[in-house]
T-cell receptor, first 112, second 117 residues
Framework: NAGVTQTPKFQVLKTGQSMTLQCAQDMNHEYMSWYRQDPGMGLRLIHYSVGAGITDQGEVPNGYNVSRSTTEDFPLRLLSAAPSQTSVYFC???????????FGPGTRLTVL | AQKITQTQPGMFVQEKEAVTLDCTYDTSDPSYGLFWYKQPSSGEMIFLIYQGSYDQQNATEGRYSLNFQKARKSANLVISASQLGDSAMYFC??????????????FGKGTRLSVIA
């Protein structure tokens, strides 16, 4: 199993550009989520999904879109990047009845 | 409202000594799970230990133990016999709904542990 994979590892954008951060898992997990990590702020939940076709907002959803068309994939879209979105982004997944949440390696995004 | 509080931004410990990292939480759900993750300088999130609200005994995993005091709503991580490789950020997290993989994990702001030789 590859676990949770994220691409790209690093990305630099200009203000106003759009991009999609990819997240995939091969563990057949129902639950997937996106977090952003900023210095001194811990990990804050952006969006999450409890299954294909179902998504919900977390603590800091503004400026981000998600969709979940398959169990495996949960992409995060930035429609118009802003410098405030400079952060490290983590995708995570888990299953019902399993307590551990598995994390991807993270994507470091810089918006200039 | 913040549900997880880690009051120690940074901690120092001598190698081979034990250290306690504090975590308090807030929830009205009687069924919840508490987690600790380690984030070394390389950036990955490493799961350390889990405690369910209905678990009768404190969780232990090797050198890690969780000092669970339900009435005080605290879930402190104890690392015994610290090693240089324990230097990292440590995050406490909570999920409401025991055995539910489908609720968000909420994190504290973390504690940076530095182990001194």
């Amino acid at each position: 199993n590859a676990g949770v994979t994220q691409t790209p590892k690093f990305q630099v954008l200009k203000t106003g550009q759009s991009m999609t951060l990819q997240c995939a898992q091969d563990m057949n997990h129902e639950y997937m989520s996106w977090y952003r990590q900023d210095p001194g702020m811990g990990l804050r939940l952006i969006h999450y999904s409890v299954g294909a076709g179902i998504t919900d907002q977390g603590e800091v959803p503004n400026g981000y879109n998600v969709s979940r068309s398959t169990t495996e994939d949960f992409p995060l879209r930035l429609l118009s990047a802003a410098p405030s979105q400079t952060s490290v982004y983590f995708c995570a997944s888990s299953n019902r009845g399993r307590n551990e949440q598995f994390f991807g390696p993270g994507t470091r995004l810089t918006v200039l | 409202a913040q549900k997880i509080t880690q009051t120690q931004p940074g901690m120092f410990v001598q190698e081979k000594e034990a250290v306690t990292l504090d975590c308090t939480y807030d929830t009205s759900d009687p069924s919840y799970g508490l987690f600790w993750y380690k984030q070394p300088s390389s950036g990955e999130m490493i799961f350390l230990i889990y405690q369910g609200s209905y678990d009768q005994q404190n969780a232990t995993e090797g050198r890690y133990s969780l000092n669970f005091q339900k009435a005080r709503k605290s879930a402190n991580l104890v690392i015994s016999a610290s090693q240089l490789g324990d230097s990292a950020m440590y995050f406490c997290a909570m999920r409401e709904g025991v055995n539910s993989g489908n609720t968000p994990l909420v994190f504290g702001k973390g504690t940076r542990l530095s182990v001194i030789a």
